[in-house]
């Protein structure tokens, strides 16, 4: 997750992985937040344990560390 603006606001990230049941499985369990401005960067890796699952990317401006997403966009990679 990169913060790439100097508009001070932070940057929240986590990445969900579609469920057999077609549910969404937020991994990893926490969000990942940058907040130290524009340029900042923070990365986690993370295991999909289910093949050719469907992962949804999420991505949100955020104030401070537990504030609330907002202005998110998302994107699914297929797995398929």
């Known amino acids: 997750m990169s913060d790439r603006l100097g508009d001070y606001h932070g940057a929240v990230g986590w990445i969900e992985i579609k469920q057999a049941d077609g549910s969404w499985n937020q991994r990893p369990a926490t969000r990942i937040y940058v907040g ?22 999420v991505s949100c401006l955020q104030d401070g560390a537990s504030g609330s997403p907002w202005n998110c966009n998302r994107k699914i990679i297929s797995g398929s």
Do not use: C, K, M
Request: aromatic letters at 4%.
């Open 36 to 57: 130290a401005g524009e340029g900042s960067f923070q990365s986690i890796p993370v295991t999909v344990n289910r093949e050719a699952a469907d992962v949804r990317l």
